[in-house]
């Protein structure tokens, strides 16, 4: 059981939003803006797509967004496109062990 | 360009030990951590640990310490994972990254399959 959770899929059409929730506890979402969304397509590695909470790395598209309320952390995906099609997994520094952890992943479908 | 290069699969029998390295190039390998992530077949992502290699300050999740050693060679920019004693259920894809301030990882290698048989 993974410490963070996340649905275990979601869907959407092309051009639609679509949005991953993550919760945790105050002891690691809730308590820190340390909150990271990472995407992984089959067979590669995972690619950072958001951090703390709500930064974008340099190339990642503006069409991803994070956000967090209280111990629910959300990384939105608007204007869905086929390419966006992957797994997403958020993490969060917890200081029940002062590491990190992930949460479960989700597989996002675009119809 | 900031890389991280990883070396090649395992095939390894239960029992026996094993060193997987991660080279980094095109950034100060020695002030940025370096964190290693396990994925076994069709499952999600495990933290395992991190380590600096300025200072080889290394941290552990409670679900690896012990079955594993991070480490690392400042003077060629490698980090390493080792076991000492192989199980089957090691096998998996282990990934090292850059770990920003320790916790998000922004760049990633390719991963190291690691197969435990007999």
């Known amino acids: 059981q993974s410490a963070l959770t996340q649905p275990a899929s979601v869907s959407g059409s092309p051009g639609q939003s679509i949005t991953i929730s993550c919760t945790g506890t105050s002891s690691d979402v809730g308590g820190y803006n340390y909150v990271s969304w990472y995407q992984q397509h089959p067979g590669k590695a995972p690619k950072l797509m958001i951090y703390?909470?709500?930064n974008r790395p340099s190339g990642v598209s503006n069409r991803f967004s994070g956000s967090k309320s209280g111990n629910t952390a959300s990384l939105t995906i608007s204007g869905l496109q086929a390419e966006d099609e992957a797994d997403y997994y958020c993490?969060?520094?917890?200081?029940?062990?002062?590491?990190?952890?992930f949460g479960g992943g989700t597989k996002l479908t675009v119809l | 360009e900031v890389q991280l290069v990883q070396s090649g699969a395992e095939v390894k029998k239960p029992g026996e030990s094993l060193k997987i390295s991660c080279k980094g190039s095109?950034?100060?390998?020695?002030?940025?951590?370096i964190g290693w992530v396990r994925q076994m077949p069709g499952k999600g992502l495990e933290w395992m640990g991190i380590?600096?290699?300025?200072?080889?300050?290394?941290r552990y999740s409670p679900s690896f310490q012990g079955q594993v050693t991070i480490s690392a060679d400042k003077s060629i920019s490698t980090a390493y994972l080792q076991w000492s004693s192989l199980k089957a259920s090691d096998t998996a894809m282990y990934y090292c990254?850059?770990?920003?301030?320790?916790?998000?990882?922004?760049?990633w290698g390719k991963g190291t399959t690691v197969t435990v048989s007999s």
């Open positions: 703390d909470v709500s």
């Open positions: 990254a850059r770990a920003q301030g320790g916790y998000y990882m922004d760049v």
């Open positions: 993490s969060s520094y917890t200081s029940s062990s002062s590491h990190v952890v």
């Open positions: 095109g950034y100060s390998f020695t002030s940025y951590w």
């Open positions: 380590i600096y290699p300025g200072d080889s300050d290394t």
